[in-house]
């Protein structure tokens, strides 16, 4: 495997953990729970633009209005002058009540990012917090850990654009510096009022959550085995770049081609990051 194979530097932490993930519990539940949840029995239709743009309104007016007030009424948060609100939530919200179909606003992402990012733009603040020139340096520690929280959201599948924000107001707001680690619960507070949030608002008339950990069936996933990490790594060098020149050559404008350990999409069809993931996985299990 040399230092050129795309093999060799692809890290998937779902190789390990989506075994570990029970299946979604959809058939124990009563429906109307379950649809609360994100879960159609049929497809759901579409909307109009103005309608989503309309619901979109409500959702980011309730749910930071809903932060806002509940977070107030937490003494400790209080007695640490915690502000109205973390600013991230502000980009947060659109992602969580606009743009509800992007694997970034999914609530392993939107949860699970802020967490995470919270801790490491604490935990940055307090190293650079030992220097005495530590006013000096203070935006040296913001851009770690906006930069550090990115890498560490992207290795366990949870990026969060809004985010990388909170990872950056750790270290150079003051406002966020006075509640030291009392921002991850708060955080985490906030995080957890927007998704249930979004959950009433968004099902009115759309889909909310698409998945709550991952798009893959989690009822047909097997165990990693040192044989199989070693099979996905050959499947990448399997097409040799005559096939794939004849794949590519094929390709209508409008198709993604999706062939055994090769994934072609059109160069004017943009993916996410986490989009592009999904596929390269889709075409190592065929």
Known sequence: MGISDPAAWNFDIDRWLNPLVPSPPWRWLPYPVSYLLGHRRTPQRPIGSLIIAAWAFVGIFVGLIVIELVSRQVAVFQDHKAPIIIASFGAASVLNFYAIESPLAQPRNSVLGQVISSIIGVAICKLFALSPHFESIRWLGGALACALATVLMALTKTVHPPAGATALLAVVSDDSLVLGWWLVPLI??????????????????????????????????????????ALNADVEGQLSKSSLAQVEGSVDQEQVVITRGRVVVPDQLYLTPEEKTFLVELSDRL
């Open 188 to 229: 985490l507070l906030g995080a957890v009022l927007m998704t249930v949030v979004a959950m009433v608002i968004n099902n009115i008339q759309r889909t909310f959550p698409q998945y709550w950990w991952t798009p893959e069936d989690l009822s047909k996933t097997k165990p990693v085995t040192d044989s199989d990490s």
